[in-house]
Antibody, heavy 121, light 107 residues
């Protein structure tokens, strides 16, 4: 059974940093790309980043490019999202999602339960 | 960026009804269109990929169609568990944008 468990969310001040983790199990982690998708309170879904199975290719939405960094440790079956220079508009539930393919398709076929990031002073 | 526009934004229907949700892309995305269902407080669930390919385990009352810029999600006979918010997503180009969502409510 595929399982994705996010952690690392919490309250952070504007301009601060946070690192999210997503622990994966139930599939061969290195064989699949992974995605981060966020959802602001009461709002819709926003795809923000993806990484290939090998980790050699990454993509970002413009809204987070230069501030967020996606990475993965295939030996630990874990996906990360390093978030710097956080802004109030980054407040959201952050989901990790297993990609349908080894290269990024951005199709999330399995999702974690999400972790809430709140950016506020 | 490709804009995805869903209509309607909300919809009231009864159990047993047939409903259709539309998703329009601001430019052609071929068939790179996916549909998700999300229930309150839960993560999204993938229903359909590539415009019309039903994911394993998804009931056959769900179907998708379209290509280019216009797509539809149809639920053949609404069941109580289908009342949720539905999102389309394009996987044609970065950023992989979602529609704003269609909230399907019980009449």
């Amino acid at each position: 059974e595929v399982q994705l468990l996010e952690s690392g969310g919490g309250l952070v001040q504007p301009g601060g940093s946070l690192r999210l983790s997503c622990a994966a199990s139930g599939f061969t982690f290195s064989n699949y790309a992974m995605n981060w998708v966020r959802q602001a309170p009461g709002k819709g879904l926003q795809w923000i980043s993806a990484i290939s199975g090998s980790g050699g290719s990454t993509d970002y939405a413009d809204s987070v490019k230069g501030r967020f960094t996606i990475s993965r440790d295939n030996s630990k079956n874990t996906l990360y999202l390093q978030m710097n220079s956080l802004r109030a508009e980054d407040t959201a539930v952050y989901y990790c999602a297993k990609d349908y393919g080894r290269v990024v398709t951005a199709i999330g076929d399995y999702w974690g339960q999400g972790t809430l990031v709140t950016v506020s002073s | 960026d490709i804009q995805m526009t869903q209509s309607p934004s909300s919809l009231s229907a009864s159990v047993g009804d047939r409903v259709t949700i539309t998703c329009r892309a601001s430019q052609s995305i071929s068939r790179y269109l996916n549909w998700y269902q999300q229930k309150p407080g839960k993560a999204p669930n993938l229903l359909i990929i590539a415009a019309s390919s039903l994911q394993s385990g998804v009931p056959s009352r769900f179907s998708g169609s379209g290509s280019g810029t216009d797509f539809t999600l149809t639920i053949g006979s609404l069941q109580p568990e289908d009342f949720a918010t539905y999102y389309c997503q394009q996987s044609y180009s970065i950023p992989h944008t979602f529609g704003q969502g269609t909230k399907l409510e019980i009449k």
